[in-house]
């Protein structure tokens, strides 16, 4: 199922993902990676990342069967282990657009 890039009711995500509305609340608490926006009246509106974000909840807990403190357990670690990997991906760029920089310099100095 494709999800649109647009802002749905907490009806709406419950129909989306399967996951009744009280538990959408409850997982809010639980998860701080679910942080639905809210508007007018205090009505929560789920983004597209969010729809996402609660999909990978089902999944652990229903399909991998995690506990809600082992779900929670494996989701920092991956946000960690993400943090580690764009370090390095951009330190590795940082350090290729240095390289290019300085040949260029050097090129231009013995001209």
Known sequence: ??????????GQAANITGVRPYVLRYWEKEFSLIRPIKGDGGHRLYR???IE???YVKELLHQKKYSI??????????TKEKKRSA???D???FTKELKRDLRSIL???EK
């Open 91 to 93: 330190w590795h760029k």
């Open 48 to 50: 597209k990342e969010d």
């Open 87 to 89: 370090s390095k991906v």
């Open 69 to 78: 403190a082992g779900a929670k357990k494996k989701l920092l670690e991956e």
């Open 107 to 109: 090129a231009a100095i």
């Open 53 to 55: 974000k609660i999909l």
């Open 1 to 10: 199922m494709k999800i649109e890039d647009k802002l749905y009711s907490i």
